[in-house]
């Protein structure tokens, strides 16, 4: 069975190239059969981003579209999330772990959250709920997930946020490094400040302290700190892949098999790394599948290669989510 637990609606911010995506994403689904970069195509074009624009990513619509993709590609379980970030509800939880000063950093971080920040959470929860029914009746479950930003010392503030609403999952996951967003392109400058060592270091302790705040099913993304090629020899790094998985083994919270960084960022890599993922397997770390997309055309990408990595590894089953309990269903 193949699964795609880690999807994402839509991703600011938003310039010409999230509307070009969107249009992508869109063609996928329904041709435009005006002759391409012709007046009337241009014409078609500008109709259907303005429809997607209009009714925004929560429409049935555009979800209607993952739903296809799905199909297409046999996903049997599809779950949706959205970074905690887009909310406003979160504002002041991310303000006091950003760095939103008036640095340089600060600044670009600052004017970052605010074009992100665009959504209320109950309207993304509502709606994901109200088309469970639809997604089942054509034999595919929707699960409703939230991927969170882990901050040590806002365990109790992230609790606060999150208590109330019904997701089937929580993704837990590590974008910031001491109030420094690591994987914003307009910041990868910063990593020439830090000596690699120290900084992986860090981060995976985060990621560690994550595992064991009892907030997260399963952790995102785990060494996304590599995501502009800035790694030491992985042979330092093993002892903290370790250390890594004996912390989700110990506190029962799983992880991902993540293409995102292999289709979308310099790295090319997937997460884990290869040789993290040795290791995460030899500690009995269970995972779920993902495709970090943003788009409909994503869905499920590299499902198929990810789902031969598991089984050459052994690995008969893959982790599922319902209600916040983890179900094990064989791959």
């Not at 799983?254 to 960022?265: A, F, S, V």
Request: charged share 30%.
């Amino acid at each position: 069975m193949k699964v795609d637990y880690h999807i994402h609606l839509e991703e600011g911010p938003y310039s010409f190239s999230f509307l070009e995506k969107s249009l992508q994403a869109i063609e996928r689904f329904e041709p435009n059969k005006e002759l391409r970069h012709s007046k009337d195509w241009l014409y078609e074009s500008i109709e259907k981003i303005n429809r997607r624009l209009a009714e925004g990513e929560l429409s049935k619509w555009w979800l209607d579209l993952y739903l296809q993709e799905a199909l297409n590609k046999g996903i049997k379980e599809v779950g949706i999330v959205d970074h905690l970030y887009r909310f406003k509800e979160t504002e002041a939880y991310f303000r006091r772990f950003m760095d939103v000063s008036s640095s340089e950093t600060g600044v670009k971080q600052a004017e970052w959250l605010e074009k992100v920040m665009v959504r209320n959470l109950d309207e993304f929860v509502c709606f994901i709920h109200s088309q469970k029914e639809a997604w089942k009746a054509k034999g595919v479950q929707l699960k409703l997930g939230i991927e969170a930003d882990y901050f040590v010392g806002g365990e109790a503030e992230l609790k606060s946020l999150l208590a109330g609403y019904d997701f089937d999952y929580v993704i837990g996951s590590v974008h910031f490094h001491q109030g420094w967003g690591f994987d914003n392109p307009q910041l990868q400058e910063k990593f020439c400040e830090h000596d690699l060592i120290q900084l992986y270091e860090g981060h995976f302790e985060t990621v560690k302290m994550a595992a064991k705040s009892g907030l997260f099913d399963f952790i995102a993304h785990l060494d996304n700190m590599k995501v502009f090629k800035h790694r030491p020899n992985e042979g330092s790094l093993l002892g903290m892949y370790t250390g890594v998985a004996k912390a989700l083994v110990e506190n029962n919270v799983g992880t991902e098999i993540n293409p995102g960084l292999y289709y979308r960022y310099p790295v090319k890599e997937m997460c884990p790394s290869p040789q993290f993922f040795d290791v995460l397997v030899k500690e009995g770390v269970c995972f779920t599948m993902s495709s970090d997309s943003h788009f409909p055309n994503d869905l499920g990408i590299y499902s198929d290669q990810i789902k031969t990595m598991l089984m050459e590894k052994g690995i008969t089953e893959i982790a599922t989510f319902e209600k916040r309990k983890r179900v094990m269903k064989p791959l």
